[in-house]
């Protein structure tokens, strides 16, 4: 089984600030997915990426296929970004394999 | 709304009833999944449907638990006798044929509390 490890575990950040969420995994992936939920239960899938960089307005999802690392940045965060930033990865098979998650809050 | 439905949103039950839930996929995605989330964690995944074919199942999924797809189109996950520990968010996901890596769309969740 990947393991997918997540950090931090807990983030609380100011209006404005830049944020970054990092992602380890420990074998060879085909993609790894950023996902953001809010209070409520409903995932949305942010990114899917398998090499480089992807950018959606604040946010940019970098992979590093060596190292087995992704982090998501959240530029010019917001109170409205704030939620619980999940990373999984799918490998051989289609299910996916989660982490545990990052708790983000960001105050005004 | 186009998106991946589930049915209930929410279930309240006593310990040993039998529950059903029920998952409508994005019309066009042939593959469907069952995750279960418990609070403070990650989702795990439960089972993989491809068509009506149930591709994968994890070892999390005991015997009191089944899930169909009969004619490759909506789903439904079954639990028998619940117990505490089932109390939950199931979530399904859809993802479509195209590309060696899938996008998976969520939908609300199941949120089930066993009493």
């Known amino acids: 089984k990947n393991e997918v490890e997540q950090s931090p575990q807990n983030l609380t950040a100011q209006e404005g600030e830049f944020i970054t969420i990092n992602c380890s995994y420990s074998?060879?992936?085909?993609?790894l997915h950023w996902l953001q939920q809010h209070p409520g239960g409903g995932i949305v899938s942010l990114f899917m990426?398998?090499?480089g960089k992807k950018k959606h307005g604040r946010l940019i999802a970098t992979i590093n296929i060596q190292e087995k690392h992704s982090s998501l940045h959240i530029t010019a965060s917001h109170p409205r970004d704030s939620a619980v930033y999940i990373c999984?990865?799918?490998?051989?098979?289609?299910?996916?394999?989660f982490g545990k998650g990052t708790s983000l809050l960001v105050t005004p | 709304d186009t998106g991946v439905s589930q049915d209930p949103r929410h279930k309240i039950t006593k310990r040993g009833q039998n529950v059903t839930f029920r998952c409508d996929p994005i019309s066009e995605h042939n593959r469907l999944y069952w995750y279960r989330q418990t609070l403070g964690q990650g989702p795990e995944f439960l089972t993989y449907f491809q068509n009506e074919a149930q591709l994968e199942k994890s070892r999390l999924l005991s015997d009191r638990f089944s899930a169909e797809r009969p004619k490759g189109s909506f789903s439904t996950l079954e639990i028998q006798r619940t117990e505490q520990g089932d109390s939950a968010m199931y979530l399904c996901?859809?993802?479509?044929?195209?590309?060696?890596?899938?996008?998976?769309?969520f939908g609300p969740g199941t949120r089930l509390t066993v009493t």
């Open positions: 990426l398998s090499s």
């Open positions: 999984a990865v799918s490998n051989s098979g289609y299910a996916l394999n």
């Open positions: 074998v060879g992936i085909s993609a």
């Open positions: 996901a859809s993802s479509p044929r195209q590309g060696a890596a899938y996008e998976q769309y």
